[in-house]
Every structure is written in structure tokens, then in C-alpha cells.
């Protein structure tokens, strides 16, 4: 199997890289059109700016060739928000895959923390993705913005409100957490998406 990790100016990529390699995959890192167009899996991952990224993703065609993709994607944090429509984030238009806007956490109380940083349970679980992993979980997150809950959740985790912890529509499935750094959850999830 070729699983392709998309490579653009976003952070934590090796961390990605290495997840994979852990689980028995040996993944390619690379922003070739052609390898991307012919891998078996792709993933987008990455921590980063929303603005920044996406003008680093157009300036070299990445942002078409993202929504063309016909085999599974698995955006990850960085890569959930951007396959949506909008963030707040830098005022950014994104990738529209999701047709819903990327918000920014507000702080109601005092002991209300931006960026929500560690570990958090995920719940109401649905798709493949999640084959094995119960409601109670705990994954790592790092993100000060969220996707609300909507029609293509299909996981959800609690930090000041409900949110998003997952995303699936059509051949597109994302992450806000991050599987790489969630222990046997996240291999858990790695390993469902390369089985999808």
C-alpha cells in the first residue's frame, strides 16, 4: 500500500511520519502531484497558521489538487480546519471540502484555557475510523480554533463547548486531535484509516 503524506510548511510532520512507521507503514513524504494523485492513502497533517498555510498551499497549486483527491484523506488538526470552508483564523478562506467555518475558542470563565492543550475524551463515535475506540477515550489535542458540531461529525470532545473531533464526507476523513501523539488510540485510528 502507498500512503502519501502531504508535504507543505506545516509543523509536525516527522511526528506523522513516524506514527506510520510505528504501525508497519512506510509512508513517503512528498508535494508531487503525481505521487500524491497515485498514492493508495493520503494524509494532510500538520500544526501551523490557517492564513499562512493556505497561502503556501496556492502559491503551489496544493489547494486544487487537495480537493481532487479520489482516494481516502485524513486531514489532522491544521489539516481538519483547512478542509473547511472559512476560519477565523487570519480571516481565511480554505479548502470547502467541510461546508462549515473554523471558529475561535472564547473563553466564558476564568479557568477557561486558550489553547486547549492535553488530553481530552472523545464520544459519539461513528464511521470505520473508530472501530475499537469506546466513548471515553482520551486523545491530544492542541488548538486554540474548532469546527462546530455539524452534519459530518463524527466525533465529538468538549473543551468550553461541544466541538468536532472528527469530520467525514465522502473519501475525506479529519482529525482535530492529533492520532500521532494519542498512544494506542491514535494507532488504533491510524491503522482503521489505512484499512478503509
Not at 473508530?130 to 470532545?157: L, M, N, R
Request: net charge negative; proline share 5%; charged share 20%.
Amino acid at each position: 500500500m502507498k500512503v502519501a503524506i502531504l508535504k507543505y510548511n506545516a509543523g509536525n510532520i516527522c511526528s506523522v511520519v513516524n506514527a506510520l512507521e510505528r504501525i508497519g507503514c512506510n509512508p513517503i513524504l512528498t508535494d508531487s502531484a503525481e505521487e500524491l494523485q497515485s498514492a493508495d492513502k493520503v494524509v494532510f497533517p500538520g500544526q501551523g497558521a490557517a492564513g499562512q498555510t493556505m497561502r503556501y498551499l496556492k502559491e503551489h497549486r496544493l489547494d486544487s489538487l487537495v480537493c481532487s483527491l479520489q482516494q481516502p484523506v485524513l486531514g489532522i488538526c491544521i489539516g481538519q480546519q483547512l478542509l473547511c470552508r472559512h476560519s477565523e483564523e487570519d480571516n481565511t478562506d480554505c479548502l470547502g471540502i467541510f461546508p462549515v467555518d473554523v471558529k475561535k475558542f472564547k473563553p466564558s470563565l476564568a479557568t477557561d484555557k486558550i489553547p486547549a492543550m492535553g488530553w481530552n475524551e472523545i464520544h459519539t463515535l461513528s464511521t470505520p475510523l473508530f472501530a475499537g475506540i469506546t466513548p471515553k477515550d482520551f486523545v491530544y489535542f492542541v488548538h486554540s480554533y474548532y469546527v462546530p458540531v455539524c452534519d459530518f461529525t463524527i466525533a465529538q470532545s468538549d473543551h468550553i463547548l461541544l466541538f468536532s473531533a472528527a469530520l467525514h464526507k465522502d473519501n475525506f476523513y479529519a482529525t482535530q486531535f492529533h492520532p500521532e501523539k494519542s498512544g494506542r488510540v491514535g494507532e488504533l485510528l491510524l491503522e482503521n484509516f489505512l484499512k478503509l
